[in-house]
């Protein structure tokens, strides 16, 4: 975190005049705060942040920010915000998103974006339900899961968010927790500092169509032995005992107790979020017990504005044409006397 | 080359239509390209139109392979390609087969004897050599093994594999038709020089098959008469050879650095609108922004993103594409963002015809969306003025704050005509409504009382945060609203914003008649066509026929009921099934019309234009 520029915000400046207007006890509000708190830490001035959101329960998130935002129209919001920040390349440009908007019906802008590494951040509100359709199954929905048009189970195999981002090239892929909103703060201001496209998944409870799709993982009672949280160049050690920790064991990924059967903290895997190879993130994004969160993948690469700059800068320093005349006028014109 | 000799056999004409066709791999654009711009330079004024096929290289021979390149040229003015045929070059049987219909009785073909193989006669699906049945009887066949003489011109030059020297013998049969028309080389010589800059054997074998042809022509005493086309009686200034497309896109080059805003292009390749992306590509030197994006919504959602951000932001695309945009070009009417998305329309519906041309997009432009949306539409009329209708289409959108959709289509686009170059010093000016800071009690939606535009407030300017939506806004606030007067009100007022565009553009005019028996209503692409056939009626003494050709479609100029109402028949000629027609019907519903539809992928042809104007004036 910067310390050295003083703060100029407090989270009160980054809320709006709307009243907010979703579910109580939705996730979406420890989210839509995270942010908020988020964002004075990041040394960025209010006028150059730009939310841009596409449809669902988690896109109205623009009208609550004090700050330039646009609702736009359903899995388009990646794109829109492709253009805002090929633009104007000083803005920082956030995507909200849910897993709907993103995998389903947006899934074609979702997995460019990743792919091309524009510097923008995405959140992707994962519930596993379609909210403001009113509980219709969606991409991340498990099989065998009862919804409004699946009253007999779910016959459709779920997207795991990572894998496909990661699969897509993503360089930066974390997750968290919906009900952990310090870590969650501390990601998003990482995000920012990021220069290429962040995808951060919450782990979102949905607490109408789909309570507890992750209560499992995020309890605070089953939290600290079901969530692994990583960070860069540390072990990767979890646990109530903080005692457990992963090993490879040929070409998988184990959990290994520290103590028992000569394994000391020395054979944990230390989390290298920085190693361009994905193998070992995409592994990291599978497990289920634990699940893993924190950021998983953080692989600093060249931006697609940045290659697009330095093209251009060479191209205009090679170039006779300064003014539109000149080209108009140039190569094969004749005179008419 | 010998002027005086071929003055003596000249025949001085007014225009000539030459069509160059063979396989799609024999380079009949290239050289149906170098022969118009040689002309152009000549000071002849030109109308070109290529037609190829949609399949990349469809199958050697085949009679959907054929490639085809028209163009007309003239001592007069030309503004159309042409119907009728005046010279045939066929490289091959198919090609002759597919185009000897469009041959006028008396004229000339030039034919490769090499390529009239049992082979590809099959192919072309002749049963008999046309070269040897009698059924050309009607023309004056010239008969030429260019392959052969191809190959023994290039006997001596080291380097070339078979194929290449095959390839070149279309510059035999372009030698052979400049020497007809008394058309300089050298051109197209520094064209190889600049295009094979790297490849010395390929420029002198180009060169040497072009030089090949022209003596081959210069000496036989196969070819019967030689034509000379003297300069076109044009406006005095520099020109330029233009294609549509590539006016395009410098229209919004010039409309940008008019604006004093940076350019940026979302788009998806898609036929015949890809040019556009092309020649914008090649610009980054102006800071021009080309993104291809991975779907046709992408490419109007960066826009919309862009424009958001403070760009002079465009789409490209066609028929299928534009389908494909409607709920975002609905989302950019609703925030009232300025974006210009350009139709090149071509046959549709579904995939339809890529390739060839029509207008039936019209009504896809005005309501291809959901609720009550309505834009801007214009249309250009040829190749050149896709420059102007570009740049006004960005003035417009970016002065009235909306999407404005241009309409050109695949005749106009691919077609290239002379183009009086405008220095983008003397266009217009364009005002953008960009805001650099808050005044006090500002809000995003506050309009302007003239054209109710509201302003434009861009991320990075301090103080004017504010959110916009595809939902329901409150008329003042902008924030989102149910309330249901609010939605009413805001419903009209987008409507009236776009009314009021007809303030802002010009009066419809006639040409020729300004009253009488006959108006021909026209719009978009099919000015060349429509312009001609009346000024030929009128060259004819029909003298109460006029001509009025629409570039402003919605909303229309303000004067068009009084201008319909001053004749007493009105023909509305299009190349769909009636659209503009019934635009029209549901404007003015106590004019009647009368309707001349053409829906074959092709532009009119003046022979028909005329025999229907003569029909309805009986």
């Given amino acids: 975190m910067e310390t050295t520029a003083e703060k100029k915000y407090s989270y009160k400046d980054f809320e709006s005049d709307q009243e907010v207007r979703w579910c109580p006890g939705c996730d979406d509000y420890v989210i839509l705060r995270s942010v908020q708190k988020a964002l004075p830490e990041m040394g960025i001035d209010r006028k150059d942040v730009v939310f841009i959101s596409g449809i669902g329960c988690s896109s109205r998130f623009p009208y609550y920010m004090n700050t330039y935002g646009m609702h736009s129209i359903h899995g388009r919001a990646p794109a829109i915000a492709s253009g805002v920040k090929l633009a104007n390349n000083d803005l920082s440009v956030w995507v909200i998103t849910g897993d709907g908007d993103s995998m389903a019906i947006g899934g074609n802008h979702f997995i460019h974006v990743l792919r091309r590494n524009i510097d923008l951040n995405i959140i992707l509100f994962n519930n596993k339900i379609y909210g403001l359709t009113k509980g219709q199954f969606s991409p991340t929905s498990l099989v065998g899961q009862k919804t409004k048009s699946s009253p007999y189970g779910n016959t459709q195999p779920p997207f795991s968010a990572g894998e496909l981002a990661i699969g897509a090239q993503a360089r930066f892929f974390a997750r968290i927790g919906g009900n952990t909103p310090k870590e969650m703060t501390e990601i998003f201001i990482d995000a920012e500092k990021f220069k290429g496209t962040s995808l951060i998944e919450v782990m979102q409870n949905c607490p109408i169509f789909n309570d507890g799709a992750y209560s499992q993982f995020t309890d605070k009672a089953v939290r600290a032995d079901k969530q692994l949280y990583v960070e860069h160049g540390k072990p990767m050690i979890f646990g109530t005992d903080r005692n457990k920790g992963l090993i490879l064991n040929k070409l998988k990924l184990e959990v290994a107790t520290i103590g028992e059967n000569g394994v000391t903290e020395a054979d944990i895997l230390v989390h290298d979020a920085t190693e361009s190879d994905p193998t070992l993130h995409q592994m990291l994004v599978r497990m289920q017990d634990p699940i893993v969160t924190g950021i998983i993948r953080m692989y600093k690469d060249i931006t697609f504005e940045q290659r697009e700059n330095e093209s251009m800068e060479q191209v205009k320093a090679k170039s006779s044409f300064h003014k539109t005349d000149d080209l108009f006028f140039s190569g094969d014109t004749y005179e008419v006397h | ?618």
């Fill in chain 2, 1 to 618: 080359m010998a002027n005086s000799k071929l003055n003596n056999l000249a025949e001085v004409l007014e225009s000539v239509v030459i069509r160059f066709v063979g396989d799609s791999g024999d380079g009949m654009q290239l050289t149906g390209t170098q022969f118009s711009d040689t002309s152009a330079m000549f000071g002849n004024d030109i109308a070109t139109f290529p037609n190829y096929p949609a399949e990349i290289r469809a199958p050697q021979g085949s009679l959907y392979g054929v490639s085809g390149f028209q163009v007309h040229i003239g001592s007069v003015e030309i503004s159309t390609p042409g119907d009728e045929v005046d010279l045939l070059v066929a490289m091959n049987p198919a090609g002759l087969k597919t185009n000897l219909y469009a041959v006028k009785p008396g004229h000339t073909i030039i034919v490769d004897t090499d390529s009239f193989t049992k082979k590809n006669l099959e192919k072309a699906h002749y049963e008999s050599n046309p070269l040897d049945d009698g059924s050309l009887s009607n023309y004056r066949v010239i008969e030429v093994e260019m392959t052969t003489l191809t190959k023994e011109a290039l006997k001596d030059i080291e380097g070339l594999d078979n194929k290449s020297i095959t390839r070149t013998k279309n510059m035999f049969a372009l030698g052979m038709v400049y020497w007809m028309y008394d058309r300089s080389p050298a051109h197209t010589i520094e064209f190889f020089e600049k295009k094979f800059a790297s490849k010395p054997n390929i420029i002198e074998a180009n060169t040497k098959v072009l030089n090949t042809g022209l003596y081959y022509a210069e000496t036989l005493e196969l070819i019967p008469n030689a034509y000379t086309i003297s300069p076109a009686k044009m406006n005095p200034g520099t020109y330029r050879i233009i294609m549509g497309n590539t006016a395009t896109a410098w229209g919004f080059l010039a409309a940008a650095e008019k604006s004093g805003l940076e350019l940026f292009l979302g788009s998806y390749p898609i036929t015949p609108a890809s040019d556009i992306l092309h020649e914008l590509a090649k610009h980054k030197h102006f800071g021009v922004k080309t993104f291809q994006a991975e779907d046709e919504i992408a490419g109007i959602a960066s826009t919309i993103g862009a424009s958001f951000a403070g760009d002079l932001a465009i789409t490209t695309t066609s028929g299928p594409g534009l389908a494909l945009k409607g709920e975002a070009i609905g989302l950019a009417m609703m925030i009232e963002l300025p974006i210009v998305i350009v139709n090149v329309q071509r046959g549709g519906p579904s995939t339809g015809l890529p390739t060839k041309t029509e207008q039936s997009d019209l009504m896809q432009a005005l309501y291809g969306r959901n609720g009550e949306s309505p834009v801007i539409v214009i249309a250009a009329s040829t190749p050149s003025n896709c420059f102007n209708y570009a740049y006004e289409a960005s003035k417009l959108a970016l002065e009235h704050m909306t999407p404005v959709i241009l309409l050109t289509d695949g005749y106009i686009a691919n077609g290239s005509a002379p183009w009086k170059i405008l220095s983008t010093e003397d266009m217009p000016p364009i005002n953008n409504r960009i805001i650099s800071k808050a005044t006090e009690n500002w809000h995003p939606y506050d309009r302007d009382d003239a054209t109710l535009a509201r302003n434009w407030a861009i991320p990075g300017t301090a103080g004017l945060e504010h959110r916009v939506g595809g939902l329901e806004k409150d008329r003042v606030s902008g924030n989102v609203s149910y309330v249901p007067e609010n939605h009413e009100y805001m419903t009209k007022i987008r409507a009236e914003k776009i009314k009021r565009v007809q303030d802002y553009i010009p009066e419809i005019t006639t040409e020729f008649a300004t009253s009488g028996d006959l108006l021909v209503v026209g719009w978009g692409g099919t000015y060349g066509s429509l312009h001609s056939a009346v000024k030929h009626m009128n060259e004819e003494g029909y003298d109460s026929i006029g001509y009025a050709h629409f570039n402003y479609i919605n909303p229309l100029p303000k004067n068009t009921e009084t201008l319909l109402k001053q004749f007493k028949k009105i023909v509305v000629c299009e190349l769909n099934g009636g659209q503009f027609a019934n635009l029209l019907r549901m404007k003015f519903n106590d004019i009647e019309l009368i309707q001349f539809n053409k829906i074959q992928g092709l532009p009119f042809g003046n022979a028909e234009l005329m025999e229907k104007f003569k029909q309805l004036l009986k």
